[in-house]
């Protein structure tokens, strides 16, 4: 069964090293070796992080010389952020009502013990 570019984004974004990868990333185009130097991991389980990555479409790699730098490929991220959004308005609409139920029950507490 295909997923969903969606649900390929948020399962690569999962793995905490994944999403430290593509923070890096957001720092500017880096090589393999680059990304791999603050991880305790050897370079094939890197390698298959970055094929995570690419296969939802977050990154790219690109062919410089012997290089092939990866970038950052911000299409996903504003998917995932679109999605998210909607579920923040609920949840600030959700709490702003519960804030002012809860004022409501203050101010009535008070005129109560007048």
């Not at 890096?24 to 970055?50: M, Q, Y």
Request: proline letters at 6%.
């Amino acid at each position: 069964m295909k997923s969903d570019p969606l649900s390929t984004a948020f399962a690569a974004l999962a793995d905490p090293t994944r999403r430290a990868m593509l923070t890096r990333l957001c720092e500017g185009e880096a090589t393999v070796n680059e990304i791999a130097a603050p991880f305790d991991l050897s370079l094939p389980a890197i390698s298959k992080h970055l094929k995570v990555l690419e296969g939802a479409g977050l990154i790219s790699r690109g062919r410089s010389a012997q290089f092939r730098p990866c970038r950052l490929e911000p299409g996903p991220l504003k998917d995932v952020a679109d999605w998210v959004e909607r579920y923040r308005r609920f949840w600030d609409e959700s709490l702003d009502r519960l804030d002012n139920y809860l004022k409501e029950i203050q101010y009535k507490e008070r005129s109560d013990d007048a």
